[in-house]
């Protein structure tokens, strides 16, 4: 391959979608993959930019023919998946290539594919990741739980990644992967240190989970308070 592939991952609500659109802009010669998905689009959303929304008839067709570089059925619902042959063209013509994409497909890629660069994008603490799941209002509860759950083992694989980027702040974190893309890939103590951090943190679930309910109850109520006024 020509070109360098690279995978941005991360928990749900850590700001891959984020980053990797300011990320875009300051290098706007990084090729984004646009992925197959099996969900409805979100308003706004637009088939062929955000995604190529597709049956699950015709995801598992494909699948089944080997069209997909990586794909995963996320939450035991909606598929997602990479369209191989878009990808593997523009690697070879030696464009960069970035798939923003979750933990399982990631692994995917990094197996084969060990020459990929991964990165993982690490909320500052809990507390943070809580309160923007939560904030961006996309989900209710149940999957707010789900995605909380499988945060655990999502941080056990970041440290198989090429690299961690802390998302404190979104300028600054989008100019250290910024760095990454341009061949920097040393990983920092204190990005080392935050993920040490967040794996006790959320070693206890039951308290990962009380925090979720409480902050949701709590933006419900305020919401409520704000629509009464
Ligand atoms: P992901 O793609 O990882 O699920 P998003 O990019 O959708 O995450 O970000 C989740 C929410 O957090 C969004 O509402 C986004 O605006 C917000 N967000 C992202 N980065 C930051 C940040 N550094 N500080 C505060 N809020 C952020
Ligand atoms: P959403 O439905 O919120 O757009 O995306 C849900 C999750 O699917 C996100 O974590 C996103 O990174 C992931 N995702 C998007 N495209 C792909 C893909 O092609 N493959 C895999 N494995 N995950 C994807």
Redesign the pocket.
Known sequence: MKGKLYVV?GP?GTG?GTLCKALLALRPQIQLSV???T?QPRPGEVDGVH?YFITQEEFLRRRAEGDFL???Q?NGG?W???PRGVVLEKLEQGESVL????N??AQQVIKRYPQTVSVFILPPDRMALIQRLVDRG?EDLERLEKRIGKVPSELEAAKGYTCLVVNDQVAHATARLAQIFDGDLTVLPRERETLDRLVQEFADPQRSLALLRDYYQKSRMDFELEVRR
């Open positions: 991952s749900s891959k992925s197959c998905a969900r995604y990586e794909c995963a996320i909606y997602y998946g990479t798939l923003e994409i979750e399982n497909g996309t």
